[in-house]
Structures are given as structure tokens and as C-alpha cells.
């Protein structure tokens, strides 16, 4: 059953919050499923709400109740899905869904920090996870509540070959400028500008060459944000004022905020490239294929599965999670119909790019990285 609150109640504001698949996306290691008629399954009930974006937004709201529904699917379970219009549904959908029984309650992003600790912290004996955050609202650098699982995802590191792919593909057509803009300026979206643009100062290092970056400056963590995650003329013109700078392939970071930038692209008539970020936006959004060349990934879906798998079982650890590209938990997706038109050797050198960063031989630094250990 998917719940679609509107209610217009008071509710509390949270705090403003591989593999490479070359040929085709590979997909991170699932948990063994346990099938319809595992033993206790019938008396589990999973629960999941969204960010503002909604469940359509094409990116990590749709990709966690990816994870959700093939998980209830297997389980022989119905969740509860409750989609948040706007920042004053977290804390009345949160207290819905503790009111209905709920299990395992998932929350997607930063933005509903501060309603799924207050909640966690009122049911001890509920098990809850989060995407995108520790739930540490005082910032002491613990989670707030021993029952609540992060589901956090080091994404600077997929970012990083995508910004080399990015920097590949400027220098090919000789305009050297690629750029960036994000929603809002969150760790889970600056860790993506952060890789991209170290990624592009390894193409520049590895091949003497000068590709720019607009939008974004990891130095002093500065740049273009629209301040929220819709797809609306601020977006619009966020985009333009990035694309304004004559780049040739722009990294949208905040779900539906791609569909202003492919808004801009067309509207100035260039042939400008986006990335796509979380899902692969190639796939998702085939009003989008022909301009998007690649995606920077996160397997959001898988964690969501194996968190409510392991819950389901009576095995839920709220030891975080943090996907990397060694345990698949990021990636970079396939290049699709731009494969054959990539610079020679690319593929070979991000593999080889992904086996470094994978043995630690580079270590991608991003102040916005979650805390491996």
C-alpha cells in the first residue's frame, strides 16, 4: 500500500537535510532472500518514507523503494509507503507509521534526521535505518539512537571517474570546461562535486591537459546550489548560469534538478552532456538518454533490501553501512550509446583508475566522505 499524506499538519522541519559496468550496470551482492514463506515474515511489516522529492523523482527516492518492494515481494509482505510532498510531512508520516505498526521503518535523507531519531528514541524497541546521514543531530559524531541503521555511501569515489570521464570527453572536443551545481549544499551532495572535481584534476595531471571546472571548488567548498531539490526555474537557472560558462557536460547532483539543467541544455542549443547521479539516469528517464553520458551511482536499492531482509530475519545491526566501490556499494554505470564514442583507451584507464582506488593505492579525499570506520 503506498500512502500519499498531504495532510497539512504542523510537523517538525528537520535540520536542512564496481565494477565499472563498461558493457553494461552490474549490480552490488544481495542478501540471500528468505522467500514468502520464511518463518515470522507474515508478522513483519516494513515501512519506508520518502524525501520531498517523491517516489518518482528518478534518483534516490525511487531507488529505495526499488529496494523495498523487491524485498516485501520476496517477504509476501505489503509495506507501507508514505511520500512526503514537502518538509512538514516527515514528522507526521514518522509518527503515522509508528502508529501502524511498523517494524522497520527507512527514512531517505538527511532531511528527516531529526524526525526519525525524536522517533527512534520514543520506540526503543523499533528498528529504523536512514539513507544519507548518521543521525547525528548534535554532531558529536555517534548516531543518536541505538536503533537506528545508516545507510551512508562514500560516492566521491564513483564521482572521481566520473569527473576523469568528464574531463576525457571536454578535452576530446577541445572546450576543456565542464561544470557542476547541487540542490542543497549537504554532504551527500557535495561528496559528489568533491570527487568529480578531483577526478578531473587526475585527467589533467595524467594527461598535461587544462579541463575547468565551473560550479564548485573543493578547496574552499564553495559553489552553485539551488538551494532545494525540485525541478523549478531556480534550478533552471542555476543550470544556465553554469552552462553560461561554456561548459560541454554538467554534473546535476539533487534527483529531479537534472530535469532543469536538460531544461537549459535544450532551451540554449548546444550539445552539452549531463551526468545522472544515484540511479542511471540513462535507464530511468528516456526523455534524457541522448544527452546523458554517464551515471555516478549508488546502490541505495541493495541497501534498503538488505537491511530489511536482515530485519525481517530478527538480524537487524545497526552497524552503518557504507558503500564504497570495493563492496559495489557505488559505481559508475555504462556509457551506453556513448561507449563508441569515447576517446580511446578511457574504459581501460578508469578499470584501472576503479583497481587503484580499490587497493588504496589512490585515495579519493572528499571532507564530505562518510566515516569508514
Given amino acids: 500500500m503506498t500512502i500519499s499524506t498531504t495532510k497539512k499538519l504542523a510537523g517538525i522541519t528537520a535540520a536542512a537535510g564496481l565494477l565499472i559496468a563498461l558493457a553494461g550496470c552490474g549490480s552490488a551482492p544481495e542478501a540471500n532472500p528468505t522467500g514468502s514463506g520464511d518463518a515470522g515474515a507474515a508478522d513483519f511489516l516494513p515501512c519506508l518514507i520518502s524525501d520531498a522529492g517523491g517516489w518518482n523523482d528518478k534518483s534516490f527516492n525511487e531507488s529505495a523503494k526499488d529496494g523495498m518492494d523487491k524485498a516485501a515481494s520476496e517477504l509476501g509482505v505489503t509495506p507501507l509507503e508514505f511520500e512526503s510532498t514537502n518538509d512538514n510531512d516527515y514528522a507526521p508520516n514518522m509518527e503515522q507509521a509508528v502508529a501502524e505498526g511498523c517494524s522497520l521503518i527507512i527514512s531517505v535523507g538527511f532531511k528527516l534526521s531529526a524526525a526519525t531519531v525524536e522517533a527512534a528514541n520514543a520506540n526503543p524497541d523499533l528498528n529504523f535505518a536512514i539513507i544519507d546521514d548518521y543521525a547525528d543531530t548534535d554532531f558529536d559524531g555517534k548516531t543518536d539512537a541505538p536503533n537506528i541503521k545508516p545507510l551512508v555511501f562514500n560516492t566521491a569515489e564513483a564521482a572521481y571517474l566520473g569527473g576523469y570521464a568528464a574531463a576525457a570527453w571536454s578535452a576530446q572536443a577541445g572546450v576543456n570546461k565542464v561544470g557542476t551545481f547541487g540542490g542543497m549544499q549537504i554532504p551527500s551532495v557535495a561528496v559528489f562535486m568533491d570527487g568529480y572535481q578531483l577526478g578531473v584534476e587526475k585527467y589533467n595531471e595524467d594527461k598535461g ?12 567548498q564553495e559553489g552553485s546550489f539551488t538551494g532545494g531539490f525540485d525541478a523549478n526555474d531556480t534550478a533552471k537557472q542555476t543550470a544556465q548560469g553554469v552552462l553560461d560558462q561554456g561548459v560541454d557536460v554538467l554534473l546535476p547532483v539533487g534527483g529531479p534538478i537534472y530535469k532543469s539543467a536538460a531544461a537549459a541544455i535544450a532551451d540554449s542549443g548546444k550539445d552539452t552532456l549531463i551526468l545522472g547521479v544515484d540511479k542511471d539516469l540513462a535507464v530511468a528517464d528516456p526523455s534524457v538518454t541522448d544527452i546523458t553520458l554517464v551515471s555516478i551511482m549508488k546502490a541505495i536499492d541493495v541497501a534498503v533490501y538488505d537491511a530489511t531482509m536482515a530485519a525481517s530475519k530478527g538480524e537487524f545491526d545497526p552497524t552503518p553501512y557504507v558503500g564504497t566501490l570495493k563492496n559495489e556499494g557505488v559505481k559508475l554505470s ?39 570506520s
Avoid at 335 to 363: M, N
Fill in 334 to 372: 555504462s556509457f551506453h550509446d556513448f561507449e563508441s564514442k569515447l576517446p580511446a583507451g578511457l574504459t581501460d584507464e578508469l578499470a584501472a583508475l576503479q583497481e587503484q582506488i580499490i587497493s588504496g593505492e589512490i585515495t579519493v579525499e572528499s571532507a564530505n566522505s562518510p566515516a569508514t
Fill in 209 to 220: 591537459a587544462d579541463v575547468q571546472v565551473f560550479g564548485w571548488d573543493v578547496a574552499t
